[in-house]
């Protein structure tokens, strides 16, 4: 049985730091929100017990990577939890890489979690997606979004989620070839981790900000070129810890004119939001999701 698997990219709408754990986790508020537009995975499970990835980017073929790593945590889960009783599960993944690296759009989060979601039908497995949600946490805060499918207001660590309905729109997105490491951004000094806690509906009436985007555009003077050029055309924002800006639109055409006059040294793509995961539309038309 040989499946593509979509992997979608995410923007986050607002992102809040409320603060930081004894362990050195934050506390986040964001509004996770899904787009059309992502990588795929092509899995191919066989009995060789090992799982191979195979990409033209050469760079993410190791063992840190996180399709290699969401695959080892659901076999050691599922042999822990007396699902499979051998660990003679294996498979060939093919990435087709279309969320830039170091972007902000979790590329490497969603990509562990379709991992995690197929895996968990071609093996068998029949994990809950809550259950395969707390595995994710091992490997990022955003994997349980991406596990749970739907555009949501997340707090905690990222294991909190509270699904909403938002109305869909069109976001361009630039890459301003510029990665940008998570973890470099969470331990940045300058972090203010004192944003206030707020209940979602005066969040989601508030005026959206990140709280990441002043350090970013601080660091990094072209990413501050970009959000002022975008900004003059729609309200326009950096998603996650960066490096990627969005601008919103609601229609498709107002997005394609003004790609059209994004510096030739970025890179940049048209989406439309959506609240249901596609992979998760996937799922619901093959009639294969799991759900307890």
Same mark, same amino acid.
């Given at each position: 049985?040989?499946?593509?698997?979509?992997?979608?990219?995410?923007?986050?709408?607002?992102?809040?730091?409320?603060?930081?754990? *004894?362990?050195?986790?934050?506390?986040?508020?964001?509004?996770?929100?899904? *787009?059309?537009?992502?990588?795929?995975?092509? =899995?191919?499970?066989?009995?060789?017990?090992?799982?191979?990835?195979?990409?033209?980017?050469?760079?993410?073929?190791?063992?840190?990577?996180?399709?290699?790593?969401?695959?080892?945590?659901?076999?050691?889960?599922?042999?822990?939890?007396?699902?499979?009783?051998?660990?003679?599960?294996?498979?060939?993944?093919?990435?087709?890489?279309?969320?830039?690296?170091?972007?902000?759009?979790?590329?490497?989060?969603?990509?562990?979690?379709?991992?995690?979601?197929?895996?968990?039908?071609?093996?068998?497995?029949?994990?809950?997606?809550?259950?395969?949600?707390?595995?994710?946490?091992?490997?990022?805060?955003?994997?349980?979004?991406?596990?749970?499918?739907?555009?949501?207001?997340?707090?905690?660590?990222?294991?909190?989620?509270?699904?909403?309905?938002?109305?869909?729109?069109?976001?361009?997105?630039?890459?301003?070839?510029?990665?940008? *490491?998570?973890?470099?951004?969470?331990?940045?000094?300058?972090?203010?981790?004192?944003?206030?806690?707020?209940?979602?509906?005066?969040?989601?009436?508030?005026?959206?900000?990140?709280?990441?985007?002043?350090?970013?555009?601080?660091?990094?003077?072209?990413?501050?070129?970009?959000?002022?050029?975008?900004?003059?055309?729609?309200?326009?924002?950096?998603?996650?810890?960066?490096?990627? =800006?969005?601008?919103?639109?609601?229609?498709?055409?107002?997005?394609?004119?003004?790609?059209?006059? =994004?510096?030739?040294?970025?890179?940049?793509?048209?989406?439309?939001?959506?609240?249901?995961?596609?992979?998760?539309?996937?799922?619901?038309?093959?009639?294969?999701?799991?759900?307890?």
């Amino acid at each position: 049985m040989i499946y593509t698997w979509p992997s979608p990219a995410k923007i986050n709408l607002f992102l809040y730091v409320t603060g930081i754990r *004894l362990d050195g986790y934050h506390y986040i508020q964001t509004l996770f929100q899904i *787009l059309n537009y992502g990588d795929t995975l092509t =899995i191919v499970p066989n009995k060789t017990s090992h799982v191979q990835l195979f990409t033209r980017k050469q760079s993410l073929i190791n063992i840190k990577n996180s399709i290699i790593h969401a695959a080892q945590i659901l076999k050691e889960q599922a042999l822990l939890y007396g699902k499979i009783h051998n660990t003679n599960f294996g498979a060939k993944i093919f990435l087709k890489k279309r969320i830039p690296l170091g972007s902000g759009l979790g590329g490497a989060s969603s990509n562990a979690a379709t991992t995690f979601i197929a895996l968990n039908q071609l093996w068998n497995t029949q994990f809950t997606l809550e259950e395969l949600s707390v595995f994710g946490l091992k490997i990022g805060t955003d994997v349980p979004g991406f596990i749970m499918g739907h555009t949501a207001v997340i707090e905690g660590i990222g294991e909190i989620l509270y699904p909403i309905t938002q109305k869909e729109k069109w976001y361009l997105v630039v890459y301003p070839n510029i990665q940008i *490491l998570t973890k470099n951004m969470f331990s940045n000094p300058l972090l203010k981790s004192n944003s206030t806690k707020k209940p979602i509906k005066i969040l989601l009436k508030m005026p959206f900000k990140n709280d990441f985007q002043d350090l970013v555009i601080q660091k990094f003077i072209h990413i501050k070129q970009l959000l002022s050029i975008l900004s003059t055309y729609a309200p326009s924002r950096m998603s996650g810890t960066g490096s990627c =800006i969005f601008s919103e639109f609601s229609d498709k055409k107002s997005a394609q004119k003004i790609l059209a006059l =994004i510096p030739k040294n970025m890179k940049g793509f048209i989406s439309k939001s959506v609240n249901i995961s596609p992979l998760h539309n996937m799922l619901y038309k093959k009639n294969i999701l799991f759900i307890n």
